[in-house]
C-alpha cells in the first residue's frame, strides 16, 4: 500500500503489480525486505526482481501489453489429458473427479464463466459422496468439461473500459425439462431461445444467453454499417 502497488499470493508465490518501473521495483524490494526479516528464504533464482510487461505465474502467462492472460503449454496438457482420461473410463472415482476439476478449474481461471460447464460434475460428485463414490461420467458431462477445456485454449483479454455503445441483457429460466434464455435491449428488441438439450443448469444456460447476446451484436453491427 505505501509503495501503491497491487500483490496476489498462492502458497509461496507472490506477484506484484505497479502503474510504472520504478513502483513495481519499489514494491518487490519492499516485499523481499518484509519476508526476510519475517524468517523467508528467497529462491532468486526462480525470481524476477526486474519489471516486466511479461511473466509467467503459477501457470499462466500474463502480458500486460497485449491485456491477456493464456495458460502455458503444461497447464493445458494437464486439463485435457485428465479429461480424456475421464471420457475413456466413464466411470471415475471421486478422487479423479476432484483431480480432473481441480485441473481444468485452473485452467479456466481467471474467467469465471467458464466454471458454469463443470457445475453438473459438480453435483455429480457431491452425490457419489452421498452414495456409491463412483460417478458415471456420461457424454453429457464430458460435452459440458470438454466445453470448458476448450475455452481454458483461448487467452483471456482485457479491454480498456470504453464508453458509448449499447447494450443488450440476457437471462435463462427453467423450461420443462430444459432451459430457456431471454435477450432483450435496443429499442423493442426482444429474443426468447430455447438451450440445447446438452445445457444442464441454469448457469450453463445463463452463459449460453451471453453467448447468443454477443453473437447477435455482432450481427446488429455488422448489418448497421
Known sequence: RKVRALAWTYLDDVLMAAKSRKRAKKAYEKVAKVLRKAGFIINTNKSISKPSRTMEFVGKVIDTKKRTIRNKQGTLVAATRAWLKAVAKRWISEKQARSMLGKVGWATRPSGGAGAFVAGTHAALHKAQEGSGVIDFNARLAKSVGTAVLLAHIPHSFEPVRTGGWTLFSDAAEDGDRFRVGIVGLKG?????????????????????????????IYIRRNAR
Open 189 to 217: 428488441l426482444y429474443k426468447s431461445v430455447l438451450c440445447p438439450t446438452w445445457i444442464e443448469s441454469l448457469q450453463q444456460a445463463e452463459l449460453f444467453g451471453i453467448y447468443l447476446a454477443a453473437k447477435l451484436a
